[in-house]
Each structure stands twice: as structure tokens, then as C-alpha cells.
T-cell receptor
Framework: EAGVVQSPRYKIIEKKQPVAFWCNPISGHNTLYWYLQNLGQGPELLIRYENEEAVDDSQLPKDRFSAERLKGVDSTLKIQPAELGDSAVYLC??????????????FGPGTRLTVL | RKEVEQDPGPFNVPEGATVAFNCTYSNSASQSFFWYRQDCRKEPKLLMSVYSSGNEDGRFTAQLNRASQYISLLIRDSKLSDSATYLCAARGSQGNLIFGKGTKLSVKP
């Protein structure tokens, strides 16, 4: 079974530029999460989707961050404009919505963003 | 106080040693807990789920103490390949995972 796919794996941009990250969850997983992980810290939730609906975006800095999951499968996270402090790893995770293992979240490899 | 706190580490242990990590959580309503392993520059990978008093998988044992609100992870007979950062997580009321900062383990020959 294919895991969570993310692209790009690495991105280097200058501050004030826009950037977008893409995530394809595990097939059949209706719940999708975007996390941010800073160096030496654990992942922190940015947004959670149930199908195409954002059910928890309370931690998403909405002035510059946006996300979408239009067809309830793939998701895109965007930052516009990027700031130096946005340098981090952006992790996507997915989980099943029914049956055993609904709590278990599976992470993608992440996108490592460097803002210069 | 952070919602999930872990021993800061690093833990440097010889091969074959037994090592234990503790993790405390502040939300008494949390029902599910997890230990993830994260290698350098890799994503977190689930090591163990803890729903009741504990769970055991080979050399790894996780225990949950609801009264004291902590979860522990015990690794017996440490291997070089166990070297990684171990993240503790509690499931929040919204379904997301709330992670600690992680504890770095280094197993030496």
C-alpha cells in the first residue's frame, strides 16, 4: 500500500514569495492533516480535513496561510507571502475514518521549506 | 504548561541497555496516546498506540497511568538501530495529535 505522498520534498524561496505544498493521502483515508514541525519540536497541527471540509483550522495563520482539499482527496497548503519564520518542515498525515485504527495517523515525508 | 511534555534527553546508552522515557499530559480527557519514532530528517512513524493501561510489542513496552497523567516507553535490550527521536502524542478533543518535543536516544556500541 502506498503511503502519504508529498511534494516537493525541499523548497528554498526568498521571503515575500509564495509557496505551495501538495499532499496525496493514503487511498481511502478521508481525514487529512497538515502539521508544521520546527527544529527540535514536535509536529503542531495547522489544519484538519474530513473529506473536503476543514473541521479544525484554528491554528492556521489565515493572514498568510491557506489550504484546500477540493475533491476530498489531494490537498494543497499555500503560504503567501512567506516570512523567514516559516522555515520548517510541513508534514501531511492521513487517517482512516471508520473501522479499526481510526486514531492512527500516517505521515508523509514532509516538505522542508527554507525561506531566505 | 505544555499539553504534552517529555524528558528532554538526550539519552546516551550502551547496546543492550534498558531505557525508559516518560511523557506527561495535561488534558485528563485524552483517551488515546501514541509513541512515534522519528529518524533524522524523516517523518514520524508510529511505534505504538496506548489506549488502556499499556501495550507491549517485542522489546518495547508502553504504559499509561491515568491517575498521574503520564505515559512511559520502555525499550529493552537496546539496539544501535533504536537510535532516533521518540515523540509522545496525545489525541486532542478535535482528533488531532498533540505532540511533545521528543526525546533523542543514542545507542552506542
Amino acid at each position: 500500500e502506498a503511503g502519504v505522498v508529498q511534494s516537493p520534498r525541499y523548497k528554498i524561496i526568498e521571503k515575500k514569495q509564495p509557496v505551495a505544498f501538495w499532499c496525496n493521502p493514503i487511498s481511502g483515508h478521508n481525514t487529512l492533516y497538515w502539521y508544521l514541525q520546527n527544529l527540535g519540536q514536535g509536529p503542531e497541527l495547522l489544519i484538519r480535513y474530513e473529506n473536503e471540509e476543514a473541521v479544525d483550522d484554528s491554528q492556521l495563520p489565515k493572514d498568510r496561510f491557506s489550504a484546500e482539499r477540493l475533491k476530498g482527496v489531494d490537498s494543497t497548503l499555500k503560504i503567501q507571502p512567506a516570512e523567514l519564520g516559516d522555515s520548517a518542515v510541513y508534514l501531511c498525515a492521513s487517517s482512516p475514518t471508520s473501522g479499526a485504527g481510526t486514531d492512527t495517523q500516517y505521515f508523509g515525508p514532509g516538505t522542508r521549506l527554507t525561506v531566505l | 504548561r505544555k499539553e504534552v511534555e517529555q524528558d528532554p534527553g538526550p539519552f546516551n546508552v550502551p547496546e543492550g541497555a534498558t531505557v525508559a522515557f516518560n511523557c506527561t499530559y495535561s488534558n485528563s480527557a485524552s483517551q488515546s496516546f501514541f509513541w512515534y519514532r522519528q529518524d533524522c530528517r524523516k517523518e514520524p512513524k508510529l511505534l505504538m498506540s496506548v489506549y488502556s493501561s499499556g501495550n507491549e510489542d517485542g522489546r518495547f513496552t508502553a504504559q499509561l497511568n491515568r491517575a498521574s497523567q503520564y505515559i512511559s516507553l520502555l525499550i529493552r535490550d537496546s539496539k544501535l538501530s533504536d537510535s532516533a527521536t521518540y515523540l509522545c502524542a496525545a489525541r486532542g478533543s478535535q482528533g488531532n495529535l498533540i505532540f511533545g518535543k521528543g526525546t533523542k536516544l543514542s545507542v552506542k556500541p
